[in-house]
């Protein structure tokens, strides 16, 4: 395969019980794995194929010939980023992150009400990111497969909240989910590397 499916950096039951092995091996092993290997498909024998993960989403972004290769890899791209935006348990902020949020948005905790209020207000299937624009920090959400990675923004932390990521465990209360995830999944110190690296 040109884009394998990544293995999960933890156990399928590792982030139990805030997200079930169940809601795992549907998303991971059957979405994520949908996308991968349509995307393999689409672009055997073809230009893509060569190119980097990060390439084809942004190649293929806007174009209308190739909406079904951009749908495919910006959904692998997503997925592939969001399962490391997780740590079994969640991690404690670095003082360093909670500095840098505090700057934008007035502390951490208001961060994450940002953060989570944006992730509700994305009607329909989406993602919801923190992202780093020419050095400043910015909360931005997305439909369907869009991903800041097109408009070369830097991806810190990304939630996915189409139904298929929460529904099992959450069912329709994507609230919950959204602060569980803050609260018990992110892995804030990963959030704090991807900040300081350059």
């Known amino acids: 395969m040109s884009f394998p499916l990544p293995d999960l950096p933890y156990a399928a039951d590792a982030l139990q019980p805030h997200m079930s092995s169940t ?39 806007g174009d209308a010939k190739a909406t079904a290769v951009f749908n495919n890899a910006a959904q692998h791209l997503n997925h592939s980023f969001f399962w490391t935006c997780m740590t079994p348990g969640g991690s404690a902020a670095p003082e360093s992150l909670k500095a840098a949020l505090a700057e934008t948005f007035g502390s951490f905790d208001d961060f994450k009400k940002a953060f989570v209020d944006a992730g509700l207000a994305q009607f329909g299937s989406g993602w919801v990111w923190l992202v780093e624009n020419d050095g400043k920090l910015e909360i931005v959400k997305t439909g369907n497969a869009e991903t800041p990675v097109a408009e070369g923004l830097k991806p810190l932390i990304v939630c996915d909240v189409w139904e298929h990521a929460y529904y099992i465990d959450y069912q329709n209360r994507r609230a919950d989910y959204l602060k569980t995830f803050v609260d018990k999944l992110a892995d804030w110190e990963a959030v704090a590397a991807r900040l300081s690296a350059k």
Do not use: C, N
């Not at 498909?41 to 230009?47: A, F, G, Q, Y």
């Open 23 to 61: 809601t795992l091996d549907l998303h991971h092993g059957k979405h994520h794995r949908g996308y991968a290997a349509k995307l393999d498909e689409l672009t055997k024998d073809t230009p893509f194929a060569k190119m980097s993960l990060e390439q084809v989403v942004r190649k293929s972004h």
